[in-house]
């Protein structure tokens, strides 16, 4: 039997990630557990293609906004999370944090599914994303699924 993981609040995550030994490393805020994001190059790199595709759109369609990978973090709700790509509308923040996590949610967040994420994790986030407003593609690169979550709405599977 394992113990319990401990809890922490959201100012505790904060305090905790901003110490000099926590600097060069990746960590979320999920359910009131500290996790740290491993490096994965084939999921970075999956979410690079779908990070230059939304930039792309952005382009011809003359919509403004930032798009974000992994290292870009964001608040939600209370919690904190690092999606592998996210979009926010330049006309919901002109700009975005420069350190820390960004006060404000993404209006997209894509996760791209890999061999080291729990699917409680990536449920609760999914769930915290959407109670907020956020759209969610959850990439099954293995499956070569999308599965896209709207506030509201049924998932869609994409093929």
């Known amino acids: 039997m394992t113990a319990p993981a401990k809890r922490y609040t959201a ?4 305090a905790f990630v901003a110490q000099p030994e926590n600097e060069e490393k990746l960590f979320e805020f999920i359910g009131g557990e500290i996790v740290e994001v491993p ?3 084939y999921s970075s790199e999956i979410a690079a293609e779908i990070s230059f595709f939304i930039k792309l759109y952005l382009r011809e369609s003359g919509m403004e906004g930032h798009v974000t990978g992994e290292q870009g973090g964001y608040q939600v709700g209370e ?5 592998d790509v996210a979009y926010l509308s330049k006309a919901v923040q002109p700009q975005l944090a420069r350190t820390g996590y960004n006060p404000n949610p993404p209006q997209l967040a894509v996760e791209v599914v890999s061999p080291t994420d729990s699917e409680r994790n990536l449920m609760i986030k999914m769930g915290n994303y959407l109670a907020v407003g956020t759209v969610v593609w959850i990439v099954y690169s293995a499956e070569q699924e999308v599965h896209v979550y709207v ?9």
């Open 39 to 41: 490096s994965n190059p």
């Open 79 to 83: 919690e904190r999370y690092a999606p």
């Open 151 to 159: 506030p509201g709405q049924a998932v869609t599977v994409l093929t």
């Open 11 to 14: 100012e505790a995550f904060d």
